[in-house]
């Protein structure tokens, strides 16, 4: 697939991803056979929704994949996204909120 077929295709829903302005983040619990127990879309969904009420305007897909990306000292540094489907949705939304918290002020 060129990366234009991947964009159209996230933006159709299938894969689920975020288009950023250098990459397209694409999590990688769509694509294992191992799949997590946890209700990913849920997860990703209260992640996504805190930095979207937190940013208003000022949302951009590229500050939740820096933030996924990121060790978190709220997490133990380790990066939301190893540990996306091991922890609590509560933490990693508290994690999310502190991030945009952070960027806001």
Do not use: K
């Amino acid at each position: 697939m060129t990366v234009d077929e991947v964009n159209q295709a996230v933006e159709q829903g299938r894969p689920a991803g975020l288009i950023g302005h250098h990459e397209t983040f694409l999590p990688l619990w769509q694509f294992s056979d191992n799949r997590p127990a946890a209700q990913p879309g849920i997860i990703v969904t209260r992640v996504l929704n805190a930095f979207v009420e937190g940013m208003s305007s000022n949302f951009s897909p590229d500050l939740v994949v820096l933030w996924a990306a990121t060790e978190q000292e709220e997490l133990g540094d380790r990066e939301p996204r190893s540990i996306m489907f091991v922890e609590e949705p509560d933490l990693l939304e508290w994690s999310a909120r502190r991030a945009v918290a952070e960027l806001t002020h």
